[in-house]
């Protein structure tokens, strides 16, 4: 079955950079529009970032210029680099993967915080 395994969440500060990885397994990871969603506590749950398989991007107006997602199709895996971070960036960051249905990992907590 799909699986996806996010890490690389955490405690920064305001300013301070961080990078998500999201390693997937189960399916053909080249074929997936591959995404990060994030949800802080009382908010929906909001998209941040996609990639195709082709490598197009799209990203909320909230963090462009900001972050920057990448994928490579031999690890089977998508990152997230997230710079110039801000305490309304802090959030659970969930890894999506996209083609007919959905599939979503566990999520990871990203805190920034002086």
């Known amino acids: 079955q799909v699986q996806l395994v996010e890490s690389g969440g955490g405690l920064v500060q305001p300013g301070g950079s961080l990078r998500l990885s999201c390693v997937a397994s189960g399916m053909i990871f080249g074929i997936y529009t591959m995404a990060w969603y994030r949800q802080a506590p009382g908010k929906q749950r909001e998209l941040v970032a996609l990639?195709?398989?082709?490598?197009?991007?799209n990203y909320a107006d909230s963090v462009k210029g900001r972050f920057t997602i990448s994928r490579d199709n031999a690890a089977d895996t998508v990152y997230l680099k997230m710079d110039s971070l801000k305490p309304e960036d802090t959030a659970v960051y969930y890894c999506?993967?996209?083609?007919?249905?959905?599939?979503w990992g566990q999520g990871t907590q990203v805190t920034v915080s002086s």
């Open positions: 990639i195709t398989g082709g490598g197009s991007t």
């Open positions: 999506n993967a996209f083609r007919i249905g959905h599939f």
